[in-house]
Each structure stands twice: as C-alpha cells, then as structure tokens.
Nanobody, 127 residues
Framework: QVQLVESGGGSVQAGGSLRISCEVSRHPNSGYCLGWFRQAPGKEREGVATIRPEGGNTYYADSVKGRFTTARDNAENTVILQMNGLKPEDTATYYC????????????????????WGQGTQVTVAS
C-alpha cells in the first residue's frame, strides 16, 4: 500500500515562508509524478505544482510561480514544497499526491491522474 505522509505547514503573516514535506513509501514505480494541490473552504481543489522526483521536471501554476518551489529532499523518498512570499489567498489545506504510473518528461496536472494522496496539512496566512 502506497503511503504519503505530510508534515509542516502552519500559520504565518503575509510575506512569510513555510515548508511542507511529503514522504512517499512503498510506491511500486520509480518514475511516478508527485503533485501538490490545495483546497480552500468553499472552493474547488486546485493544482499548485508537480514534480517528477526521479528526473526533477517541475511545473507551477501561475498563481504560485516565482514564489513556490518543489524539489526532492535529501531523503530520496521525500519531496518538499517551499512557499515564500505567502499571501492570504494561499490559505488552504495542502495535499501531496502521486500518480500510480511512471511518466517521462512533463507530469500531468489534472487531479484524476493522481491516485495516492497524503492526509493534508493546513496553511494559514494572516494579512
């Protein structure tokens, strides 16, 4: 059973920084894609960023480009989402998720492509 465990997040003032980690275990495929998603109360879940940990290919939504960075951590099975220049509109529950299949090149951005999900972690940005 694939397991994703998130840690980090929290509360910060606007302009501050937070980091979320996602530890992936027991994934059967090495070339999977990992996506970061967020969902604010009353809003649909939206994609924030994707990464193929094996190759490092990344994608960022326009709303976070230049402020958020996702990368594989020193631990081989951990990916981080570094969030700088946070804004109140970034307030949401953040989730990491992985595809089941392996991908070469660009990772999918559509939510249904992501099969395994973390438990979510809250990010709150005060104005």
């Amino acid at each position: 059973q694939v397991q994703l465990v998130e840690s980090g997040g929290g509360s910060v003032q606007a302009g501050g920084s937070l980091r979320i980690s996602c530890e992936v275990s027991r994934h059967p495929n090495s070339g999977y894609c990992l996506g970061w998603f967020r969902q604010a109360p009353g809003k649909e879940r939206e994609g924030v960023a994707t990464i193929r940990p094996e190759g490092g290919n990344t994608y960022y939504a326009d709303s976070v480009k230049g402020r958020f960075t996702t990368a594989r951590d020193n631990a081989e099975n951990t990916v981080i989402l570094q969030m700088n220049g946070l804004k109140p509109e970034d307030t949401a529950t953040y989730y990491c998720a992985t595809t089941h299949a392996s991908f070469l090149g660009v990772c999918p951005t559509a939510t249904p492509a992501y099969i395994y999900w973390g438990q979510g972690t809250q990010v709150t940005v005060a104005s």
